[in-house]
Every structure is written in C-alpha cells, then in structure tokens.
C-alpha cells in the first residue's frame, strides 16, 4: 500500500459520501442541500486532484442516478475543491471562527461561479426555496444574473458554513489511529514487489453493445451543443418526441425518463412559467409586464431545452450496460489512475445506498430515533453521518491495502478491450447528431 | 515462513513444524495473535523491527480476506464478472477456479454488482479471486464461518487437497471445531504475543454472572397475526404469517440468506411497517412503526453500522438516556453490561477505534442496555472464539430468565445447540 493507492481509494468513497448524504437529504425531505461535504473531506485529507476529481465525477454520477440537470453544475464543484484546498493552506479549518468564515467565504464563492450557469441553462430559476427570492427581485425590475446573485448570496453562505462545520465534526469524530493514516500523507512504504510476468495472453474483452462507446460519446456531445445553441421551443419540442423518447422505448429506459421528466423538469417548468410569464411578464432583456406572452415562451424553451439535456444524459450513461462500464470508458479514452477513479466512482454507488439505508435502520432500531417528525430526522442527521465516515475511511484503508499486494491497479490497466456490433445503428445515430448541430447552425449562424 | 521477532522469540521458531506445510488451519482464542500472524504472512504487517517478512522478495502477490468480507471486495468491477477477469488473467488455476464457481454458484452472479451479494456470495468471491491471483501465500482469516454450511465441504475440498501447488494456505477461524472435511487444526501456541494495536487494550473475558439491573418483569406474549410484507416493486417476503412466542424461552430464527429473517426483526422493531395483519403484544395492538426501537430491540450483524457515540459507556448508555431514563438508572445499567461483556476497564475508548470482536460485544451490550422486553439478536457470535460464544449463550438463558422475550438469528450449529431454543424456520 502507498500513498497513490490509498488516494485512489479514498475519491470513490468520497463521491459515496456525497450521494450518500445528498439521498438521507432527500429521504428526510429537508430543505438544505448538503451537497459537498464528500468533495471538502477529500480536499482537505488527500488534496487538490483527488478533491476535483471528487467534485467532477459526483455531480456526473448524482446526474445518472439522482436528477440529471447536476451535471451543469460542475464548474461549481471545481470551485468548491480549489477554495477549500487554498482555505486549508492557511490554516483555516483549525478553529471554530476560522471555519465559519471559511463557509461563508465558500458560500460566496459558490454563489459567483453557479450564477451563470443557473442564468444560462436554468433561466434563472431552480426548483429550490431561492427561486422565490430571484422572481421577487425579477418582478421588481433586477436584471436576471443581478437577481440570482442576490438570491445566491442569501442562501448560499448558510448552507456552506453548515456544511464546514460539520465536516470538521465529523473529522474529529474519526477515531486517532484510523485519522492518522490520511494525515501527513507519507504513508509507510511496504512490501510491494511488482508482479511477477506471468506468461499473459492480452485477451482482448470484446464488447458487443448496440453503440459503439466513441459514437455514444461523440452524439451525446453533439446533442447537448445544439440544444444549448436553439433559439425556438419547436426545435427542442420536436428532438423530445421525435428522437428522444422513441430512443428511451427502445433502450427500456421510458419508465425513467418519465419519472425524470415529471419530477424534476415539470415542476421547474411551473416555476419558470410562474415567474417569467405571471411574475416577470417578460422575456429577459424586456421591461417587467411589457410581453407575458413572450415570457412564457421563454419560459417553455429553458424547460424544453432542460428536458432535451436531461434526457441526453440519462440516456448516454443509463444504456450502458454494467458489464460493459469498464470497456466503455476504456474506449473513451480515460486509462491510468482516471480509469480507476471513474470505475471506482460508477462502482461504489450500490453499496453506500446500502450502508446509508442501514445506518438509518440501526438508528430507528436502537431506538434513538425516538419519532419520524422532520424536526428530529433533521437533528438526527450528523449523528449518522459518523458511522458512514469511519466505514469509509477504514474501507478506502483496507481497500488500498488490498490493491497494493493484489497489484490489481496493474492488471485492471493492462486489459485491452475490443469493440464488436453492426455499423448501420452506429453511422445513424452519428449521423443524426451532426444533423442537429447542423440545422441549430444555420437557424442561428 | 518468514522470520519476525516477537517478545525476543522468533515468529519461526514458534511456526517453525508449519512451515513446510500447503494447508494449516490455525485454531486459537481471540487476540491470540493469529490474525497479526497472518498478516505478517501477506505482508501487511512488519515484524518488532520494522521489517517485512523477506519471502516476499521473490515479487509473487499475496493475499489476505480479513473478517470484514465486504471489504475485501476490490470496488473496480462493476459486476461480479469484472471482478473475476481482473483477479483470473492469465492464471495457473484457470480449470480448477472454472469449476469451483460453478459449483459455488458464482456463475448464476456474474451479471451482479459484487458490493450488493450477501455476506456468503462476497465470501466465496472473494476467495475465488484471491486463488486467481495465484498468490505465495494465501491467508483467510474468519472468512469461513460466514458461509453457509452447504458450500464449505466444496472449499475445504479444494483447499487440502493438491489443486493449488503454487500456494500456501492459512486458514484462520472461530468455528473450526463444527466444519467436516477438515483433515486437522492446530492450536495456535498460546504464549505468542503480537504487536498489533490491540494487545494494548485491557480487554476482559466476559462475565456472565455478573448482577444485571434490568427490569425483571415477565415480557408480555408476542404473536403475529396474518403478517404480510413487500418492499416496492418486489414479490412477498412475508406472507400470511402467523406466530405466537412466549417470553422466558429462547427462539432461534433459521433459514437460507433472502428467507425473510432480517425483514420479520425489523418489522417487529418498527423499521418497516407490514402492508397487512396485526402484531400483538399481550392483549393490546402494538404498532412498532409509530415508536420504533421501544419494545423490540434489534442487533444487527454488522456493528460498524449501529455505532455512533465518542466512547464505550456513551454508547451503551445512549439508547436508555433517549428513551428518558434516569441518569443514575442510566449509570447502573453501563456499569453493568460493561462487566457483563468485559468492556469495564475500556469504557472511555473510542467504538470504532476497536477491533472487530469488540465492536460485536459493544453493539451488543448497547441493545440489551435499552431494556426492550423482546430482544433479536442477529449472528451474535460472528468473530467470537469459542469460549466467548459459550459466555455469551449463558447471558442469553440469564436474559430468558429474567423474563426477557429472545430471538437469536445464527448459522453456527454449536450455538444454536448450547441455546437449545425453539426452532422457527422461515422458507
């Protein structure tokens, strides 16, 4: 076991945290996010890399299994990994008022960086208690990036310091001898001799999957360029019903993607209409009341546009077969470390919804949960946080350990894998793509 | 095997008849060290100074399944196939290794996840894919006793016998006394001393006699009536169940893994709540979902999961203080499940700074602390030697006798015939 194992370990479980959290979130139906505790633990345990890494891939994942308009949100996540990495440098998790301030500074930054991306592909709107503050001051004649700033700077900071200060908590909650595995980050070197060349046959795994992995990649690119580029509702109205939905039939995934639809894009698309159309009474740019009709087409064009990016993205990650993760991301080029940090985080998701869901169970179950109120779920919270932390940290141990005497990262980056299946599916949905781009293109030079 | 110094005494010289030998199964106490021994071996551990056993100089893998199963699951294959092909390329064993997964039914898995089998299915995984990697030395350490008892002749078949020439095998386990087709175990000498963590911990044996000052009054009758349970989207898992149970008996709950075991323990302490039928407590209807954990106490399997204080007697005493008892109330009873497992002189150690056999004992002394008339107990014996089990099989008969309704979910046949208790099989 070394240092690199042991980082490598620890980005997965990370990732695990955040969803994990993001889920007991949602199965308490509090009304917070919560949403990066994972990527700041990485951050300050393992570092800058391994933190982003973490931010990236959780709000890929989260947009896979959770609600698949996270994935914008990136950038964010980016920003959150690099602000703790600098905030820790100079010391400011060591104290109490060093941590808050370092929240309400993470707040602000997070604020700044997810503004225009809520104004840009969101319409300023999200289905979060914010939105409420952005239409007020919408209404009252803000320009919209002005008015979600604010909105931002209102609840962000909150969140994020709450967010710190449990994470801090958290950590020293960790019992000594596990904690200081992660510290100083020199960990002991042991015996781990390379592997013994064993005559081995690089058999290559062929793949036999309807799409080949490069083309899913690049269409899936594709679609997401020209929807953020179209201008007019019929385009992506037309790219819902005509490509997407007939694809989710045959893909089995129509079940999903209506769940999707109805309760994640419906309900903001009520609140876009409601502010935009009623509230606003005007598309962006236009003075407040002078066009509702004009608002409310912009209204339906965001939601349109978010169902179509949605969709894309379910339908990108969601077909892919289990059994083919591995050999899709080798084509796609991602190998090395990347390779087993993606694989790692596509892998880990079952079983910390797993463990999330018994620690909630042994909490009922030894009766210190004493009702289901939302007041004491919500108190209850960091107490659960604590096991599912120390599970990680001593599985990402145990797990490294593991990786170093089996040499098992060398033998998952010597696989070779090729690629078997008919063309014509391949040329069409290609070809289907460029044409997409193509017509938003010359509808909008 | 390689040489470490031990209290001034040679690993080697202690295992020194061992070392020519393919096959060992060491039997041995807790904190006898075997587990140290066995990740000496592996080279996971060092010897007194600081150096790895010179074996592993020849650049051959080795490997090591702990008791913690789940995570000895490589988390790089997102289905049990992956996993096979990463550890199986290009192995020695590939004819041997083909057969043993069809006969331990690996190959009805491959398109599973590997993290979401049960305990067993990860057990035998992971010692196929241990084997794959064709390893110097090979150390299973309580890996075996969570496998149920239909597939163990198989493994020990493969394991004594010369199938795997390149590899040397050390069997460590709680149970060995119960399994056929182990050709001879040998006891672990019992001055070894290690350096591992854990022989700086003032554990006790346990104390069965200990006073216990909990409630002594009868429990009231428990009975199920026309049970029935799904989860969404899933077939039954408990239809039209009828039950009655009478406290100052011992249950004991058997069947395969998906029989329904855990769901009936966590309906009846109120994590789940049954589609149909009633459960009755004496003459009145008690629903458990609307107070969860107040007449039913559950102790699960894994105890990394239902810990969650800074320190043992917190712990213990959480589940007594949240229901509102007194604080000196609250005290006596810490004080004496903390004698009753030997956790007395621990008491401010952190839960999960300790090792696994403890972790058990404290899950299950902060169950019992809660004072529930009706207690299920899952695996309790899981990682316990032998002498513990017998201890802990007497606080069980002292809980019955004081009036406590008791069920024990268990795969250990030498457990369930020291409890002696009604049998109640799910199918």
């Given amino acids: ?445 | 095997m390689g040489r470490a110094t031990v209290d001034k005494k040679p690993v080697t010289d202690l295992f020194a008849p061992l070392d020519t030998r393919r096959f060992l199964a060491l039997h041995g106490p807790n904190f006898s060290g075997r587990s140290y021994w066995l990740r000496f071996i592996t080279g996971l551990e060092t010897d007194m100074d600081g150096r790895y056993t010179s074996e592993l100089r020849d650049r051959r893998s080795c490997a090591y399944i702990g008791p913690e199963v789940y995570n000895a699951i490589s988390g790089l294959a997102p289905t049990v196939a992956d996993e096979l092909s990463i550890h199986l390329r290009g192995t020695r064993y590939a004819d041997a290794l083909g057969e043993m997964q069809e006969t331990l039914g690996l190959n009805a898995l491959r398109e599973r996840n590997p993290v979401t089998l049960s305990g067993g299915e990860q057990a035998m995984l992971t010692m196929v894919c241990a084997l794959g990697l064709c390893p110097l030395n090979l150390a299973i350490d309580s890996t075996i006793e969570q496998i149920s008892a239909e597939y163990r002749p198989v493994i020990f078949q493969a394991l004594t016998t010369d199938v795997f020439p390149f590899t040397s095998i050390a069997l460590a386990d709680n149970r060995l006394g119960e399994y056929d087709g182990l050709p001879e175990t040998t006891v672990i000498p019992g001055d070894m001393g290690a350096p591992a963590p854990q022989r700086l911990l003032p554990i006790d044996p346990l104390d069965p006699d200990a006073p216990l000052p909990l409630s002594t009054t009868q429990a009231p009758n428990l009975q199920l009536k026309g049970l029935d349970f799904r989860y969404p989207d899933g077939p039954y898992v408990i239809r039209k169940m009828d039950l009655a149970l009478t406290p100052g008996r011992v249950y004991t709950l058997t069947g395969r893994n998906g029989a329904g075991k855990s769901t009936l323990a966590k309906l009846l302490c109120g994590v789940l709540r049954p589609d149909a039928g009633r459960i009755l407590l004496g003459d009145m209807v008690y629903d458990p979902w609307k107070s969860p954990g107040r007449l039913v106490g559950f102790h699960f399997q894994n105890p990394d999961l239902q810990l969650f204080s800074l320190c043992i007697d917190q712990e213990i005493g959480a589940g007594p203080v949240a229901q509102g008892v007194e604080a000196t109330i609250v005290q006596d009873r810490v004080n004496a499940l903390l004698r009753l497992f030997g956790l007395s002189r621990m008491r401010d150690i952190h839960p999960l700074e300790t090792p696994f056999v403890i972790r058990k004992r404290i899950a299950l002394a902060a169950t019992i602390a809660m004072g529930c008339p009706w207690l299920i107990l899952d695996e309790p014996t899981l990682g316990q030697d032998d002498t513990t089990s017998k201890a802990l099989a007497a606080i069980v008969h002292r809980l019955c006798d004081q009036g406590f309704g008791m069920i024990i979910v268990s795969h250990s046949t030498m457990f369930r015939n020291l409890l002696n208790g009604t049998e109640i099989k799910m199918s």
């Fill in chain 1, 1 to 445: 076991m070394n240092d690199r194992t042991l980082r490598l370990a620890l980005i997965p479980l990370g990732i695990g945290v955040n969803m994990a959290i993001g889920t007991m979130v949602y199965m308490l139906k509090l009304p917070i996010y919560l949403d990066a505790i994972g990527t700041i633990i990485v951050t300050l345990l393992a570092g800058l890399r391994p933190g982003i890494l973490t931010a990236v891939l959780t709000q890929i994942i989260a947009g896979y299994t959770i609600n698949p308009v996270l994935p914008y949100f990136i950038p964010t996540g980016v920003a959150i990994a690099v602000y703790v990495h600098i905030a820790a440098r100079w010391g400011a998790f060591r104290t109490l008022g060093g941590t808050v301030v370092a929240g309400l500074g993470l707040g602000i930054v997070a604020g700044l960086v997810s503004a225009p991306i809520i104004v840009y592909v969101f319409g300023g709107v999200t289905a979060t208690g914010r939105s409420v503050l952005t239409a007020y001051l919408l209404s009252a004649g803000e320009r919209v990036l002005k008015a979600v700033l604010l909105s931002g700077a209102a609840a962000e900071p909150l969140d994020k310091t709450l967010q710190c200060i449990l994470v801090v908590w958290l950590l020293n909650a960790v019992p000594q001898s596990l904690i200081r595995r992660f510290y100083n980050g020199n960990f002991s070197e042991t015996a781990s001799p390379r592997p013994v060349v064993f005559p081995l046959s690089f058999d290559h795994r062929p793949v036999v999957q309807g799409i080949h992995p490069v083309v899913r990649g690049v269409a899936t690119l594709f679609g997401i360029a020209g929807t953020l580029m179209a201008k007019e509702p019929v385009f992506p109205l037309f790219f819902w019903l005509g490509i997407l939905v007939p694809l989710c039939l045959f893909t089995g995934l129509a079940r999903k993607h209506i769940r999707m639809v109805g309760g994640v894009v419906l309900p903001l698309a009520i609140v876009l209409v409601a502010v935009w159309g009623v509230l606003v009474g005007a598309p962006p740019g236009a003075p407040p009341g002078s066009d509702p009709d004009g608002g409310v087409r912009y209204a339906a064009l965001i939601a349109l546009k978010l169902t179509v990016l949605a969709g894309l993205f379910h339908l990108c990650f969601m077909s892919i077969p289990q059994s083919e993760l591995l050999s899709t991301f080798w084509h796609w080029g991602i190998r090395g470390d990347y390779l087993i940090v993606a694989i790692g985080a596509f892998t880990i998701w079952p079983e910390f919804k797993l463990r999330a869901e018994q620690i909630l169970t042994a909490r009922f179950a030894r009766g210190l949960m004493p009702d289901r109120r939302l007041f004491t779920r919500f108190f209850q919270l960091p107490y659960m946080l604590r096991p599912l932390l120390v599970w990680s940290l001593r599985a990402a141990v145990q797990r490294s350990e593991m990786w170093g005497q089996r040499h098992l990262l060398d033998r998952l980056g010597e696989m070779r894998h090729t690629y078997q299946g008919a063309w014509i599916s391949n040329t069409t949905l290609f070809l289907l793509s460029i044409a997409w781009v193509g017509l938003q293109w010359i509808k909008n030079p």
